[in-house]
């Protein structure tokens, strides 16, 4: 399983940027996928999550400016951000976890990629 995350960098306050991940190694019809993000000092948190049958679901910090999606027969995971604002700041990684369901702790997720910095 290989996960490589691009797309990050910097932007001002109320830009928008869109990271990809592409993914290799297992069927992600089988698979719970997600965005987590870690800023210096503070722990993990799960930012967007999509399970296997493609339902979504989002932090409250990021619902209404953050959309996941996984393209059908498409190997690649997207978090596309909209209105970002400055405590968006963080390193991204997305994950994956084998099974339906997407939980929030990141400690349940077998599989992550290097990570990418957003800086507002």
């Known amino acids: 399983v290989q996960l490589v995350e691009s797309g990050g960098g910097s932007v001002q306050a109320g830009g928008s940027l869109r990271l990809s991940c592409e993914f290799s190694g297992f069927t992600a019809s089988k698979y719970c996928l997600g965005w987590f993000r870690q800023a210096p000092g503070k722990e993990r948190e799960g930012v967007a999550f999509i399970d296997a049958g493609g339902s979504t679901t989002y932090a409250d910090s990021v619902k209404g400016r953050f959309t996941i999606s996984r393209p059908y027969a498409k190997n690649t995971l997207y978090l596309q951000m909209d209105s970002l604002k400055p405590e968006d700041t963080a390193m991204y990684y997305c994950?994956?976890?084998?099974?339906?369901?997407?939980?929030?702790?990141?400690?349940?997720?077998?599989?992550w990629g290097q990570g990418t910095q957003v800086t507002v």
């Open positions: 994950a994956a976890r084998s099974g339906y369901y997407c939980p929030v702790a990141s400690e349940r997720y077998n599989y």
